[in-house]
C-alpha cells in the first residue's frame, strides 16, 4: 500500500516533486517478461531516476535523503520515464558520471526495459525501430551482457533482443538445464530465434 508521498528536490534548480512512497506491496499478480523486466501490480515500479518537472533535468532519487509529506497526499507519481527520457537522462548522467557501478547498472537495465516498453512491451504488435535507437540498445545490451548478466539463458536471450541470433543459440546449446522452467524459457527464447523474432515475449 502507499505511504506518504516523498518529496525530492531537484539538484540543478530546487524544485520539488512530490512521487509516490510504498508502505509495503506484494508480488501478487506479479508479471515476468523474458528481458527479466517484473512488472508486479501490487508493487508499482517508483522511477530511480526521475525527470524534474521544471528545468527538465534527471536525477537519481536516491542520491538525496528521503523526505516524506506530513499531510495525506499520496503522491499518484511515480516518474516512469519512457524510452526517449530514459535516453536522454542516461546521456546526461553517464556524462556527469555515475557515483558507483550499481548506478550505472540500473541505468543500463533501464535503458533497455524502457526501449523494449517503447517498441514491444506497450505495443502488442511492436513499431519499426529508429536506427539512432537500434544502435543505442545494441550498445547498450552488449555492456549489460558483458558486465551484469551471468545466467546463461538471460545472455542468450539479450543476444536475441539485438538480432545476434548465432551468438544467442550457441550459448543456448552449451548449456545443461536441469530445471523445468528455466528449460521451457530457453525453448521458448530458441524458437525465437529460429524465426528471428527480436520481440521480447512475457513468460508468465
Ligand atoms: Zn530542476
Known sequence: MP???QILTCPYCGEKKKIMSLLSGNTFGAKLWSDNKKIAPMLPEISLIQKCP????????????????DDDDWGPDSGVLTFPEMKEAFMQLSEEG????????????????????????NIPDG??????DWSIFKENALWIIE??????VLKAEYYREIGMMEE????LQNLTITNEFVK???????????????KVFLIR
Open 3 to 5: 505511504g506518504p508521498a
Open 54 to 69: 521544471e528545468c527538465g533535468k534527471y536525477y537519481f532519487r536516491t542520491r538525496q535523503e528521503a523526505v516524506f509529506s
Open 168 to 171: 544467442a543459440l550457441s550459448i
Open 184 to 198: 521451457k524459457v530457453a525453448e521458448e527464447v530458441a524458437k525465437r530465434i529460429k524465426k528471428n523474432d527480436r
Open 98 to 121: 555515475f557515483i558507483d557501478a550499481n548506478e550505472e547498472r540500473s541505468a543500463r537495465m533501464m535503458l533497455h526495459h524502457t526501449f523494449n516498453d517503447y517498441y514491444y512491451r
Open 147 to 152: 558486465h551484469v548478466i551471468t545466467d546463461g
Open 127 to 132: 513499431k519499426p525501430v529508429n536506427d539512432d
